[in-house]
């Protein structure tokens, strides 16, 4: 049974850091391309960042780029997301995903819907 734990999340000030992790369980593991997401009240479910199966491939969204590091640790089976510099724009649920459906590139790794597995998210708000 797969299972994907998030953690992290948390109250923070304008230009803060949080570090949230993503603890998966079952046959998900480096092989599995892997990714965050959030989602605001009223907004849609939006990708951040991308890892791939490996780790040697990162994908980031315009928005988080330079602030925000994916990365995984095999050994733990745990993927991250270093969030430096939060802004309150960054305030949502923030949710990681794997198995991923089809062909996993710049073009296509964040669309929520072809990614099998969901955690059940970890709430970050940013204030200013």
């Known amino acids: 049974q797969v299972q994907l734990m998030e953690s992290g999340g948390g109250s923070v000030q304008s230009g803060g850091s949080l570090r949230l992790s993503c603890a998966a369980s079952?046959?998900?593991?480096?092989?599995?391309?892997m990714g965050w997401f959030r989602q605001a009240p009223g907004k849609e479910r939006e990708g951040v960042a991308g890892?791939?199966?490996?780790?040697?491939?990162?994908y980031y969204a315009d928005s988080v780029k330079g602030r925000f590091t994916i990365s995984r640790d095999n050994a733990k089976n745990t993927m991250y997301l270093q969030m430096n510099s939060l802004k309150p724009e960054d305030t949502a649920m923030y949710y990681c995903?794997?198995?991923?459906?089809?062909?996993?590139?710049?073009?296509?790794?964040?669309?929520?819907?072809?990614?099998?597995?969901w955690g059940q998210g970890t709430q970050v708000t940013v204030s200013s």
């Open positions: 079952g046959y998900i593991d480096s092989r599995n391309h």
């Open positions: 995903a794997a198995d991923f459906r089809g062909a996993w590139y710049g073009g296509s790794w964040y669309d929520p819907g072809r990614y099998r597995y």
């Open positions: 890892l791939s199966a490996g780790g040697g491939i990162t």
